[in-house]
């Protein structure tokens, strides 16, 4: 229970960091409502975009999707037509 209680303690402090941060920021302020005004799309992950996709916004929709590993690639030859796969590209943007 007391390393529970310190990890969550830990965890606040670092989200405080993050606040603080973006808040100092207009840039990051701007693109955090941004991203955040999308349905979906908490502080979590408008956070993690910010962090692990700095291209976001200077590349086009299909760059994005590459580089974030979400751009589907299909397997197939000739007349046989395998399954369409994501992969790729930047784990832990695909994983947010």
């Given at each position: 229970?007391?390393?529970?209680?310190?990890?969550?303690?830990?965890?606040?402090?670092?989200?405080?960091?993050?606040?603080?941060?973006?808040?100092?920021?207009?840039?990051?302020?701007?693109?955090?409502?941004?991203?955040?005004?999308?349905?979906?799309?908490?502080?979590?992950?408008?956070?993690?975009?910010?962090?692990?996709?700095?291209?976001?916004?200077?590349?086009?929709?299909?760059?994005?999707?590459?580089?974030?590993?979400l751009a589907p690639w299909?397997?197939?030859?000739?007349?046989?037509?395998?399954?369409?796969?994501?992969g790729g590209g930047r784990?832990?943007?695909?994983?947010?």
């Amino acid at each position: 229970k007391r390393l529970l209680t310190a990890l969550r303690r830990e965890l606040e402090s670092l989200d405080a960091d993050l606040d603080s941060h973006i808040r100092k920021s207009p840039v990051w302020r701007v693109r955090e409502a941004l991203l955040t005004s999308v349905p979906g799309v908490g502080p979590t992950t408008a956070r993690t975009l910010l962090a692990e996709l700095p291209e976001l916004g200077s590349l086009d929709r299909r760059q994005i999707a590459s580089l974030a590993g979400l751009a589907p690639w299909t397997r197939q030859s000739g007349k046989w037509k395998g399954k369409s796969f994501i992969g790729g590209g930047r784990g832990k943007v695909r994983a947010v």
